[in-house]
């Protein structure tokens, strides 16, 4: 495998939250700070954040518009947080949005943290519940916290969560 630096190679999407930590104002606002830095075509920085604590309310009005058998682990995650994007061309404003969100990500693995995205929830509930402007498109909800005890999990999570990662080769990966 190619030299990566540890922060991309001990990247992983867990399932499995402590349930009693906490992100410190500091540890949210360093998250987001990356996210503010990430490029984006002519500079527009198209996305927008909504973060919701662990119990409060927007944090519900987040989990609730996840699928049920999602909301079965991340409601141990200690912050919610919707990525949206603005603006006319949205397949360009998508692509920023990740670019945002993977700055996120890289952040929170500095800090010791782990993010897990989704993209399945219902956006038009959380465009109601979180009352967001007209043209402000939520894409994905991540889960950020510190990881818990993936005993805790269904067996069936338990599994995927203990299991190794399998990446496709980078031959499979290129367009030939």
Not at 33 to 40: F, I, K, L, Q, V
Not at 120 to 131: C, I, K, P, Q, Y
Not at 161 to 167: A, D, V
């Amino acid at each position: 495998m190619a030299d990566l630096t540890p922060l991309l190679a001990y990247r992983w999407s867990p399932r499995a939250f402590d349930p009693s930590a906490e992100l410190t104002p500091e540890e949210s606002a360093s998250l987001l700070e990356a996210a503010r830095w990430a490029p984006s075509a002519e500079n527009g920085q198209p996305w927008r954040f909504a973060l919701g604590h662990r119990d409060d309310e927007t944090w519900k009005r987040i989990l609730i518009s996840l699928p049920v058998d999602d909301q079965i682990w991340i409601r141990h995650a200690a912050t919610l947080v919707v990525g949206a994007h603005t603006g006319l061309d949205t397949e360009r404003a998508a692509y920023d949005l990740g670019q945002a969100v993977a700055h996120l990500t890289v952040q929170a693995t500095a800090l010791g943290l782990h993010v897990h995205q989704l993209t399945r929830f219902d956006r038009a509930g959380l465009s109601t519940e979180l009352d967001l402007p007209g043209g402000v498109r939520p894409l994905v909800v991540a889960a950020v916290g510190r990881l818990g005890d993936p005993f805790a999990l269904p067996a069936e999570l338990r599994a995927r969560e203990t299991g190794l990662r399998h990446r496709r080769p980078v031959a499979d990966l290129l367009l030939r």
